[in-house]
Structures are given as structure tokens and as C-alpha cells.
């Protein structure tokens, strides 16, 4: 049930559907990357993506300075959840890249 409740209480708020959303289209991105876009202190885009990431939505990984998130390969609830995310229409931030 703990699971359950993580998982809910990740996507009970509109900045974390639209980071999921935003990964869905643009694939793995850096920390960079999501705060610019998202024109986000980096603590509060942080806070968001370690309640995705516990709730088993992300998995990050180091490369060099950089940390790229991507969405984790899930199933069952959490799959169907995504599916439905990514059919929902929603204004995206642009994609932008920075170069660290």
C-alpha cells in the first residue's frame, strides 16, 4: 500500500505531471536543462524530481558534472499513468539546452 500512496501523492500535482510529460517528449535531460525550461530554482525542481524519482516514476545517473533524468521503464498502475500523461494535452515549456 506504501507504493500505492507514493505513487498517487507524486501525481497529485500539475508541476510533476508536467516534468513527466516533458520527459516523455524530450527523453533524458540534465538537472540544467529541466530548471531552465521550466524557469525553476533548482531546489524546488530538485524537490520535485526526488518525489518522482521515490515513487518509482525516474532514475538518474551521473555523467561528468551532469545529472540526467529519465523516465523509468514501469508497469501495472504506474505504466498506465504514464500513458494517460502522455495523451494529455498540455502546454510544455521549449526544450532548452545548456551546455555545462
Same mark, same amino acid.
Given at each position: 500500500m506504501e507504493e500505492f500512496v507514493k505513487t498517487v501523492s507524486a501525481l497529485k500535482d500539475e508541476t510533476r505531471i508536467k516534468i513527466l510529460k516533458f520527459l516523455l517528449k524530450y527523453n533524458e %535531460?540534465? =538537472?540544467?536543462e529541466l530548471e531552465a525550461s521550466f524557469n525553476m530554482l533548482q531546489s524546488r525542481l530538485s524537490r520535485h524530481l526526488k518525489i518522482l524519482k521515490d515513487a518509482g516514476f525516474l532514475?538518474?545517473? %551521473?555523467?561528468g558534472k551532469k545529472v540526467l533524468y529519465?523516465?523509468?521503464? =514501469?508497469?501495472g498502475f504506474k505504466k498506465a499513468a504514464l500513458d494517460e500523461i502522455e495523451k494529455l494535452k498540455i502546454d510544455l515549456p521549449t526544450l532548452k539546452e545548456c551546455s555545462i
Amino acid at each position: 500500500m506504501e507504493e500505492f500512496v507514493k505513487t498517487v501523492s507524486a501525481l497529485k500535482d500539475e508541476t510533476r505531471i508536467k516534468i513527466l510529460k516533458f520527459l516523455l517528449k524530450y527523453n533524458e %535531460r540534465c =538537472v540544467c536543462e529541466l530548471e531552465a525550461s521550466f524557469n525553476m530554482l533548482q531546489s524546488r525542481l530538485s524537490r520535485h524530481l526526488k518525489i518522482l524519482k521515490d515513487a518509482g516514476f525516474l532514475k538518474s545517473k %551521473r555523467k561528468g558534472k551532469k545529472v540526467l533524468y529519465s523516465i523509468k521503464e =514501469v508497469k501495472g498502475f504506474k505504466k498506465a499513468a504514464l500513458d494517460e500523461i502522455e495523451k494529455l494535452k498540455i502546454d510544455l515549456p521549449t526544450l532548452k539546452e545548456c551546455s555545462i
